[in-house]
């Protein structure tokens, strides 16, 4: 049976071979962010590769994805959770062994009134000025009182400007953690220091810390804006062409008539529309290639279709016209033609392509790992 | 317990009404078009409402949409597969009493030599350039013999520029439309004939047929842009608060340190971000309530969250920021400040904002039907 919906390949091999280069490049293990469904790649299969391919740190945001990776994962997984522990359910995190991570002293109150000296995470604000006790905090008595009676497992802060690498931004969040970091580690000795998501790796070792947090890089966007890639691509997409249509006459295609085509034009209609993020993923110059030839999207992105102009794929119109395969595709992202490509080209946030592809409606397929080891070295 | 996710409220009874109003304005039962799980909101539940409300004919795109909505409907329901049957599938859809819609030529001959004379649904290009048999296609002698042996059920068109009133394409393929009709309406004795979606109902009488096909508007979103709206708002959304944050010094707020704030604002975190679809529900100058008081996004929208400037709340500091009450809400979608409203202030296309709602992280509350009667009147 042919298919009626687009088909997303993502090769578990890729991630984890992702996460050894991060470790090899870093000399620790890193952790892994597998939060919004691993980036709308499927938090569950991501999570057991990083698992067995040597991660035991893992990254979610709610305690939502918590509880699932929890129910899912050995108990040799460490699971911290980055929109910290909602109130009344601190006995849950204790009990399902969660690290919250506290941002702010009312957070961190509510905590240690409820659980005492349980094990947990803890971000200060460097700069990013989002989630995270403020620096100013820290100098308040009662606060550092409060502090000093943590247990803190993992001590974090998060970068604003990664991928900027020569804002100042950067450093001075780097010399901020440096403080708080000689400031705190006395009173938690079990702490690990945590600064560096995927760009901030490669900011330099002043960064690393204990523990860096790589997410988008795993899945294959490029950390380093404008530099060769130091990851691999890890998903391809590719989606069924529902009908050939020869133009006979010039026509003004999809929505609004947006798209002006000559007669003679060949369009392919893909099954695939903005309902599956596909907007996102094709950018504002969307192309996708047939049969290896680049075929620029025509007209507007419906919620369901988006039309292709494969007028320059040779020899397509005898061979598929009148043929009763329908097997012809279109891919979206390839092994080049990738996530990080189409971020690089295009103004809409970059790791906003990433989540994009989390449409039910694509089959997955998941490349199953290969070489299952604990440690790859 | 407090939530970590936002809270999706879905009101069927404003759906069920919505469907009222368009069969009052037409006269006739409409179709509901609940592809794309009725457009993020949920297929299962928003079906079953409408069934219950009256309505006969549902609209989906693919197969598998079809197969889920099967199982889950009454058997007098008719469910009609506008991607049209797969090759290989025609039997399933037969058994499963599936009506697809059949596209082109080439999709009409695999039906008929796959399951010969069974019900099926027949869509005519008049000028959408999309899926549909094209006009010219129509004088070939050897089509016209295929079309006369098809038992069709439903014959459609649809429009490319509804939404654009004063439109020529619009009586352009309202005029194709009607002479495909009396060409082919003889041969076909129990066909229905269909041409308007949500938009296309109120080009008037003649667009309506013997079926309309509304989407969007049953959910909501206004059909007659610029006008008043004649359907209810069905959606709310609701973020929890993760941190409040009065600031000490002027600062850069979120990624890219984009957002600057002065001194003394107060910065509320909520929980949802662009995996959730935010960034497209907030539009480009996005912007919340809090406790009723507009307040506007600060800065980046992120993948799990986003910043709020609440400074313009009277007393908000005082009775929250030391709270150990952690039940603060910022409202992004109200009966007010609903779909309509943000998709008419900004230039993404705005069906985009209701699908953009899909995400499986938040919790979903559906007000129930008050008052399932099979007819209204």
């Known amino acids: 049976m042919s298919e009626s919906t687009g088909l997303l390949r993502i090769d578990l091999n890729a991630i984890a071979e992702n996460w050894r280069r991060l470790k090899n490049y870093v000399g620790a293990d890193p952790a892994a962010v ?8 499927g938090m569950l299969p991501v999570a057991s590769a990083l698992y067995q391919t040597g991660c035991r740190d893992f990254f979610v945001a709610t305690l939502e994805e918590a509880l699932l990776l929890r129910s899912h994962l050995s108990a040799q997984a460490r699971c911290l959770v980055l929109g910290g522990a909602p109130a009344g359910a601190e006995q849950t995190c204790v009990e399902q062994h969660l690290l919250p991570v506290i ?7 509510r905590w240690q009134s409820s659980v005492g000296a349980a094990p947990c995470a803890l971000k200060f604000d460097t700069g990013m000025t989002r989630l995270g006790l403020p620096l100013e905090a820290l100098q308040d008595r009662e606060y550092r009182d409060l502090l000093a009676a943590a247990n803190v497992m993992v001590a974090m802060s998060h970068l604003a400007c990664a991928e900027a690498r ?3 931004h950067n450093t001075r969040q780097q010399a901020a953690f440096t403080q708080v970091r000689q400031m705190f ?3 938690w000795p079990r702490a690990r220091w945590s600064l560096a998501n995927s760009s901030g790796i490669f900011l330099g070792k002043d960064y690393h810390a204990d523990l860096v947090r790589p997410g988008a890089s795993l899945y294959g966007f490029n950390p380093c804006p404008g530099r060769a890639s130091p990851v691999r691509p890890v998903v391809t997409l590719q989606l069924p062409v529902l009908q050939l249509r020869a133009l006979e006459a010039p026509a003004a295609v ?3 008539a947006a798209g002006k085509m000559p007669s003679g034009a060949l369009l392919a209609v893909a099954a695939g ?3 599956d993020g596909l907007q996102r993923v094709l950018g504002t110059e969307g192309k996708g290639f047939c049969e290896g030839v680049e075929v620029p999207v025509v007209g507007r992105v419906a919620m369901d279709t988006t039309v292709f102009d494969v007028s320059a794929v040779p020899a397509i119109k005898e061979r598929w016209m009148q043929s009763s395969d329908s097997s012809l595709t279109i891919d979206i992202l390839t092994s080049t033609h990738n996530v990080s490509e189409v971020s690089a080209r295009n103004a809409s946030l970059g790791y ?3 989540t994009s592809l989390g449409s039910h409606r694509y089959r997955r397929d998941y490349l199953p790992l290969e070489d299952a080891v604990s440690d790859s070295r």
């Open 34 to 41: 597998v939060k919004a469904d691993a980036y709308g790649l």
């Open 254 to 256: 999809g929505y609004g």
């Open 273 to 275: 529309g903005y309902a």
């Open 166 to 168: 020569e804002s100042e």
């Open 103 to 109: 941002n702010s002293i009312a957070a961190l109150r």
């Open 352 to 354: 906003e392509v990433l």
């Open 185 to 187: 580690a006395p009173l």
